[in-house]
């Protein structure tokens, strides 16, 4: 009996070919995703998009920039910028994952002369470009790494004699910078969070809107299953009887589905301000045209996917298909800046990476409705296309 049971299955899946190709096509795939992020993350592959200003050139700003650019870790904007208002102002809007501002004297040790600018719900990426600067001045320009740091050995040695003096002032000429003979020591490199105050809700804001796009389309395509019992079942038939065909059911759920899914956008940015102090009513009307964006994509993709398939094993495997990609291409899982720039590229193929930038926007840079109109209108692109396709394909199952 129990090889019976196991040849019943068996055959079940092998019958189904959708969920016979998704059942073994998920698990490689979401593989190969991952190791391509955390890989990427872990190699020269991540390439941080920077935003470099230069305040004023010199022959040392010119060398480093030159290492920059070559640094095949780094993806360094075309424009040089000439100021770190420019540089905040591309961080803030998103433009750059960090910016990098670099003073015209980088020997100078009284103060950091060179200034990595951080949007708070990127906070690794302004150590990794840390590192990176410094890693870099090492290598390519040792004459001034040599200088900085002296005055600090020297604090610590109880000063160095006359001779040593010479021999180090004529090494570091030799190598191409002049000492400037000051003892005090700043370090190379200062990091600066932008934006408001309470910057620690920058990350709590960015994966509310993560976790809200996650669970709309979970919830959707769950829920879009009944579709299908509801077509077996012969309701489907019955009501195609009336003047309005199979659309009223299509679009009824699709209705529900959107207010379903705004008050499960709610309750997070509800639990989000009263745990972590997210502030959404200075922002409500353009949160709400945010949060109702994303429901009418996630129910539309849901409908589509529930229309296209003929049983529910098929329909639950390619709904877990398509979500946990998704979520794992467009930043519900691991920040996007975080991937491989092909990767990145792809995420925005996905309603997760407009969602989240759009939640960003909104909740913490305060962008006005323009600038939410291309993340906006790309989500509800992606609802008003599903829900047609979920209509045309009940049409063409009803003839047939």
Known sequence: MIFAMLRVMTL??????????????????????????????????MRLQVALAVTQPSALTERLETALRAEPSLRILDDTL?????????????????????????????????????????????????????RLIGLEMPDLALARSAPAIESIVG???PEQSARLSAAIAELGVEPDGDTSQAGLVETRTIGPEGSSTATIT??????AILFLLFSAMQSSATLIEERHSGIVDRVAVGPAGTDVVVLGKFLFLTVQGVVQVALIFLVAGIVYGVDVLPYLPLWLLTSLAAALAASGLGLAVAASCTTKQQAHTIATFIVLVC????????????????????????????????????????ETL????????????????SVLLALLVSRLRLRL
């Open 159 to 161: 000063g160095f004699t």
């Open 370 to 385: 323009p600038s939410l109109l291309p993340e906006l209108c790309w989500l509800v692109v992606v609802a008003s296309s």
């Open 82 to 134: 000439g100021s770190a208002a420019e540089a905040n102002r591309l961080v803030d809007g998103g433009q750059a994952d960090v910016g990098l501002v670099l003073a015209p004297d980088l020997g100078e040790t009284a103060t950091s002369p060179v200034l990595v600018l951080v949007d708070p719900a990127k906070i690794l990426a302004g150590a990794i470009l840390s590192g990176q600067v410094q």
């Open 12 to 45: 079940s899946l092998l019958r189904d070919r959708g969920a016979l190709a998704m059942a073994f096509l998920l698990p490689p795939t979401i593989f190969v995703i991952f190791a391509a992020i955390f890989s990427g993350a872990a190699g020269d592959q």
């Open 206 to 211: 960015y994966y509310a809107g993560a976790v």
């Open 327 to 366: 979520s794992a291409m467009g930043g519900s899982m691991v920040p996007r800046f975080m991937m491989p720039p092909w990767l990145q590229d792809i995420g925005w193929y996905t309603p997760n990476a407009w969602t989240i930038e759009a939640y960003h926007g909104v909740l913490w840079r305060g």
